[in-house]
Every structure is written in structure tokens, then in C-alpha cells.
């Protein structure tokens, strides 16, 4: 893609661009994010963009990073956002990563369904016998994931694992600060209809913060949603993510195969409406805020491999 696809600034510097996001280094040597309308599903970042997606997945980490700036302190800086991405960029402080996904898990979905499946457990967490796809588990639980580079897989791993990576102390901190994190949003979230099944945190440390939490948080695209009204254990469950794209691309209505190693068809427009709409949904939800229905400049659309969500 075009390094400077916004109409940026000649001062900012793209260095990155993954699947959803691009960053830009700033003039004051933050780094800049703009949240692109990309979509991915299945490895795959389509070639149909979600109109205003960037910006309501921007919208929503920036409401629920003040909802939990008490549990534990953010990226984002002082520095203002250059105009043409105002809505969808953030400007954050530079930090260096942790190498883990911090994922928790307070229902059975997505890799976790299929760990227990095969294990009875979820990255070496035992859980009880009987349970079925969209059960809610006893209590939420930590299941970390390396950090796949574009085009790969994340790999769920055992807590042994963060531990042998990054020192006892360190993992016992991001692990009880993502289930900390988790509790506060699902709180947050049940008295607004929706249960967070499942969702993933980063986080990176900074100059006096050694835990920094980064990137998203509870969106769309980190987290599985789902109404609270329409739970039904037993199988795939309604929900305000991409959900709806990964079932119309596996649907006979595609024509694609996932096995077929070729990209995706374009979604047809009525698809593209519909989960758009969710995404709306899950933020008027949310912030109790009325989306203003603005379509915000629209970045490109980008046909590449990339990770898949928890």
C-alpha cells in the first residue's frame, strides 16, 4: 500500500502497517495509529473495506481505555492527531512490547472450543467435562498466545511458557492485570446487554510504567460479543464482531473454500452494510453514545494474508 495513503504530513513516517492498523512515527517521536476500514477473516485481509470501521474501533479503545485507566495506565499521549485522520488515529507513547497476546477467556469459543475438544483444557488450564460451545466457564481464565508475524497463525501457549519467556514476576503481573482488565469490561459490558466471551490485551512497558496497555481494547476485532438475550450454549452465538463475514465467506453463497488457498471473493454489499452496522451497534451499546452516522476519509483496501482473533 501507498506509505502515505491519509494525505499525512510530510513529518510523519510510516514505519508499520498490519492487518487493520498503520503507524507513523510523529514529529515529537510518539507514534501515530490510524485505524484503517480493513477487514480480516480466515488469514485473510479482504479486499472490501468496512466503511467507518477504523473509526468506531478507535472510538471505542479510546472510551473503554478511560474505563480502566484506574486497573492500569495507557498508551495514548498528549500530542493532537493530524486532521486528516482525526476520528480514527491516535497518537501513543512508543513503547516496548511484551512478545505475548494476553488473552482471557471467561466463555468456550473460537482456538479455546477447539483446545478443549481435543485436551479438556485451554493452554493447559483443565476445565470440566461436559462443556459445549458457547458455555460459560467456571471462571475467566488466562490463555496467552504468541505474536504471529503477518500471514501467520498466533499459537495459544501454556502459562509455563510466558513464564520461561519473560520471568515469574513479569507473567504473574500480565496475567492478573489482563484478568483485572477483563473483569472491569465484562461488568462493564453485561449492564449493557452484551457479554464479552473472550478477548485479547497487549501490553508494553515505558520509561517508569513497567505495564502499559497498548493497542485496542474490547472491540470488535479484539472480542468476541455477544447480546446477552440471544446467549444460547450449544453453538455458534449471535454477536456485534466480524462474525457475520467469517459465516457468509464459509457459507455455499461465497463459492470459497478455505482449503482452496486462493483469497477471498469481495462481500457483496449487503454484507458489508449488515456488519458495519454491528460494529455501530456494539458502540452505541457501549458508550451509550448515538454514532453520529459520519463517513469519516476513507483509507484503502489491502488483499494480504494476516492473523486470525482469538
Given at each position: 500500500?501507498?506509505?502515505?495513503?491519509?494525505?499525512?504530513?510530510?513529518?510523519?513516517?510510516?514505519?508499520?502497517?498490519?492487518?487493520?492498523?498503520?503507524?507513523?512515527?510523529?514529529?515529537?517521536?510518539?507514534?501515530?495509529?490510524?485505524?484503517?476500514?480493513?477487514?480480516?477473516?480466515?488469514?485473510?485481509?479482504?479486499?472490501?473495506?468496512?466503511?467507518?470501521?477504523?473509526?468506531?474501533?478507535?472510538?471505542?479503545?479510546?472510551?473503554?481505555?478511560?474505563?480502566?485507566?484506574?486497573?492500569?495506565?495507557?498508551?495514548?499521549?498528549?500530542?493532537?492527531?493530524?486532521?486528516?485522520?482525526?476520528?480514527?488515529?491516535?497518537?501513543?507513547?512508543?513503547?516496548?512490547?511484551?512478545?505475548?497476546?494476553?488473552?482471557?477467556?471467561?466463555?468456550?469459543?473460537?482456538?479455546?472450543?477447539?483446545?478443549?475438544?481435543?485436551?479438556?483444557?485451554?493452554?493447559?488450564?483443565?476445565?470440566?467435562?461436559?462443556?459445549?460451545?458457547?458455555?460459560?466457564?467456571?471462571?475467566?481464565?488466562?490463555?496467552?498466545?504468541?505474536?504471529?508475524?503477518?500471514?501467520?497463525?498466533?499459537?495459544?501457549?501454556?502459562?509455563?511458557?510466558?513464564?520461561?519467556?519473560?520471568?515469574?514476576?513479569?507473567?504473574?503481573?500480565?496475567?492478573?492485570?489482563?484478568?483485572?482488565?477483563?473483569?472491569?469490561?465484562?461488568?462493564?459490558?453485561?449492564?449493557?446487554?452484551?457479554?464479552?466471551?473472550?478477548?485479547?490485551?497487549?501490553?508494553?512497558?515505558?520509561?517508569?510504567e513497567p505495564f502499559v496497555?497498548?493497542?485496542?481494547?474490547?472491540?470488535?476485532?479484539?472480542?468476541?460479543?455477544?447480546?446477552?438475550?440471544e446467549w444460547r450454549p450449544?453453538?455458534?452465538?449471535?454477536?456485534?464482531?466480524?462474525?457475520?463475514?467469517?459465516?457468509?465467506?464459509?457459507?455455499?453463497?461465497?463459492?470459497?473454500?478455505?482449503?482452496?488457498?486462493?483469497?477471498?471473493?469481495?462481500?457483496?454489499?449487503?454484507?458489508?452494510?449488515?456488519?458495519?452496522?454491528?460494529?455501530?451497534?456494539?458502540?452505541?451499546?457501549?458508550?451509550?453514545?448515538?454514532?453520529?452516522?459520519?463517513?469519516?476519509?476513507?483509507?484503502?483496501?489491502?488483499?494480504?494474508?494476516?492473523?486470525?482473533?482469538?
Amino acid at each position: 500500500m501507498n506509505e502515505n495513503s491519509y494525505g499525512l504530513p510530510d513529518d510523519y513516517v510510516h514505519f508499520y502497517s498490519g492487518k487493520v492498523r498503520d503507524l507513523y512515527r510523529t514529529p515529537q517521536g510518539n507514534v501515530l495509529i490510524v485505524a484503517s476500514d480493513r477487514i480480516s477473516a480466515y488469514d485473510w485481509i479482504l479486499d472490501t473495506p468496512i466503511p467507518e470501521k477504523g473509526t468506531l474501533l478507535t472510538q471505542i479503545s479510546v472510551w473503554w481505555f478511560e474505563q480502566v485507566a484506574d486497573i492500569v495506565p495507557n498508551h495514548l499521549a498528549a500530542e493532537a492527531v493530524p486532521q486528516q485522520v482525526v476520528g480514527r488515529g491516535i497518537i501513543v507513547q512508543p513503547l516496548e512490547m511484551y512478545p505475548v497476546e494476553c488473552v482471557v477467556r471467561g466463555y468456550l469459543a473460537g482456538s479455546g472450543l477447539s483446545d478443549y475438544q481435543s485436551k479438556g483444557s485451554v493452554c493447559g488450564v483443565p476445565l470440566p467435562e461436559g462443556l459445549v460451545e458457547g458455555s460459560q466457564l467456571p471462571d475467566p481464565i488466562f490463555t496467552p498466545a504468541t505474536k504471529a508475524a503477518l500471514g501467520e497463525h498466533d499459537e495459544n501457549v501454556a502459562f509455563r511458557y510466558v513464564e520461561e519467556l519473560l520471568g515469574a514476576a513479569t507473567a504473574e503481573e500480565l496475567r492478573d492485570l489482563s484478568l483485572a482488565v477483563y473483569a472491569r469490561g465484562r461488568e462493564i459490558a453485561a449492564e449493557r446487554g452484551i457479554i464479552v466471551a473472550d478477548t485479547k490485551f497487549e501490553f508494553g512497558a515505558a520509561a517508569g510504567e513497567p505495564f502499559v496497555l497498548a493497542d485496542e481494547i474490547f472491540t470488535p476485532d479484539s472480542s468476541r460479543f455477544w447480546p446477552i438475550g440471544e446467549w444460547r450454549p450449544g453453538g455458534p452465538q449471535p454477536s456485534f464482531d466480524k462474525q457475520f463475514v467469517r459465516d457468509w465467506l464459509t457459507s455455499p453463497e461465497s463459492g470459497w473454500s478455505r482449503d482452496s488457498g486462493l483469497p477471498p471473493p469481495p462481500l457483496p454489499a449487503g454484507v458489508v452494510a449488515r456488519t458495519r452496522q454491528r460494529y455501530v451497534e456494539a458502540y452505541e451499546r457501549l458508550t451509550g453514545t448515538i454514532w453520529p452516522q459520519r463517513m469519516w476519509a476513507q483509507p484503502p483496501a489491502r488483499g494480504a494474508q494476516a492473523p486470525e482473533s482469538p
